[in-house]
């Protein structure tokens, strides 16, 4: 799966094994590298394509729900890791309906309703917008209760 990944970012072989051996390190799968996928866990197949994600090193990256049917151990791993990636400058764009995990690694937050972004910003610059106090879901659930209670400063 890996040198599938590697060929279509024409990445060459090299680079894919020192990759690799680094992603795979990082993300505790090393000792299923000869598994076939179907054998291997779900929490397992996550983790591998978590690794077959960075293998070219990204720039932008968007991600959905990135920690459905993850474990504890593994949730606190890909938080990290999307945490350095993002210090390191990369731009990370996450959809997820878990408002503790946006506010604890989005730097920016938006809020979307009925299709539409209502509110963008740090959280603190939603609060203050919308004098709203709270954490993020009391935030999202205050602006999204009834569309006649927005209320702009």
């Known amino acids: 799966f890996m040198e599938f990944t590697a060929d279509i970012f024409r990445i060459p072989y090299s680079e894919l094994v020192t990759r690799r051996q680094e992603l795979f390190t990082t993300f505790g799968v ?9 054998d291997i866990s779900h929490g397992m197949r996550q983790r591998l394509i978590y690794a077959a994600t960075f293998l070219h090193q990204p720039e932008v990256l968007f991600i959905d729900e990135p920690l459905i049917g993850l474990d504890p151990y593994t949730i606190r791993l890909i938080k990290d890791f999307l945490k350095q990636k993002a210090r390191e400058g990369m731009t990370i764009f996450l959809t ?6 946006a506010e604890d690694i989005g730097d920016r937050i938006g809020i979307i309703n009925k299709g539409k972004v209502i509110a963008l910003g740090t959280l603190e610059e939603i609060q203050s917008e919308f004098e709203i106090t ?3 879901e009391s935030v999202f659930l205050g602006l999204t209760a009834a569309e006649d209670v927005i209320h702009r400063k």
């Open 30 to 38: 090393h000792d299923f590298k000869s598994a076939l996928i179907r």
């Open 134 to 136: 709270g954490d993020l």
């Open 96 to 101: 997820t309906h878990i408002l503790a995990l």
